[in-house]
């Protein structure tokens, strides 16, 4: 039977050092916290983004080993950027969960009526700040973790551009399609990578849970894959951790249902990890109240499961793979 939602968050252990940031704040491109590099040869630009929630801290200490180690492109432009500094700043390791971001969550607001509205915060203020450098960006990958245990993988918006962009690189083994966000629109999802005629793409990185050691890794492997497969960064490159053994290439799957907790009391029947792969049709995954989740088709993949989800909340991704 289901425990029901109300037991506090557990007690999550910070397994990693926090980055000291302080030489990158000031950056070279006029927006804080944003340092760019352009080769001689031509190519295109690439951002590689972190802390768009402040506390998922493993890209940060990805982009922080580069730029002390020097990396630079060997053509194009490669952009540094730590997005939410003012979240990352509240960071506490004793309370690892309360700083995801400052006002709201910075990657929803990614909607140009919102962009361009009257609205104020923090967060959407940043996203405006940063806005006219996102506008000069070809690739962007969005460096994040997760809450809850998972396997890895790249959220690659509705575009084919943003899944071959995913796929293209081979790490890590998953990328899913989705419609974005019921919550308001990604960075992923903004009109530069979205756009029908457009050749801007994005994918969003969801390496591991928040503070194990394991995401670091993943996080600074699909980095170094995606710089080789793009001809930004060569075997030999400062910082870059060892290119891996070629394996088969990345499995697509499609988000096909996004639940989300239409009650208070919607608990999981089994504490799912993330990528769980149920092999039947109507195998029952959860109660909302009285309702009765179950999987809609055989081979359901269970993309992020959130094991405490609040009221209207995403409790887990139902996809199917392609």
Not at 17 to 44: C, E, H
Request: glycine fraction near 10%.
């Amino acid at each position: 039977m289901p425990t029901g939602p109300a037991a506090p968050l557990p007690r999550f252990e910070v397994g990693v050092s926090v980055p000291d940031l302080t030489p990158w704040r000031a950056g070279n491109t006029g927006v804080t916290g944003f340092t760019s590099f352009a080769a001689a040869a031509p190519g295109p630009h690439v951002a590689l983004l972190a802390l768009t929630h402040g506390n998922e801290i493993a890209g940060a200490i990805v982009l922080d080993r580069l730029l002390h180690a020097g990396l630079r492109p060997a053509r194009g432009r490669l952009t540094f950027g730590f997005v939410n500094l003012a979240a990352f700043d509240r960071f506490d390791p004793r309370q690892p969960t309360l700083s995801r971001f400052v006002d709201e969550d910075l990657n929803r607001v990614w909607d140009e009526s919102v962009l361009e509205g009257g609205r104020r915060s923090l967060e959407l203020d940043r996203a405006r700040e940063i806005r006219p450098l996102i506008d000069t960006v070809d690739i962007a990958l969005d460096l994040h973790s997760m809450l809850w245990d998972s396997d890895p993988l790249i959220l690659c918006g509705e575009t084919a551009r943003g899944r071959a962009l995913g796929v293209s690189a081979g790490m890590p083994g998953l990328v899913v399609a989705d419609r974005g966000h019921p919550g308001g629109r990604r960075l992923i999802d903004y009109a530069r990578f979205r756009t029908p005629d457009g050749t801007a793409a994005a994918n969003l990185l969801e390496a591991g849970q928040h503070w194990r050691g394991e995401t670091v890794t993943v996080t600074a492997m699909t980095v170094g894959a995606l710089l080789r497969t793009l001809g930004m960064a060569g075997a030999d490159a400062p910082g870059l951790e060892p290119a891996p053994t070629a394996g088969p290439p990345p499995r697509t799957a499609e988000v096909t249902k996004p639940v989300a907790a239409a009650t208070a009391s919607f608990a999981f029947v089994q504490p799912w990890r993330g990528g769980t792969v149920i092999p039947r049709q109507n195998t029952l995954l959860a109660f909302d109240g009285p309702t009765e989740i179950r999987t809609p088709y055989d081979e359901c993949l269970l993309v992020m499961p959130s094991l405490r989800p609040s009221r209207g909340h995403i409790a887990v991704r139902l996809a199917r793979f392609l």
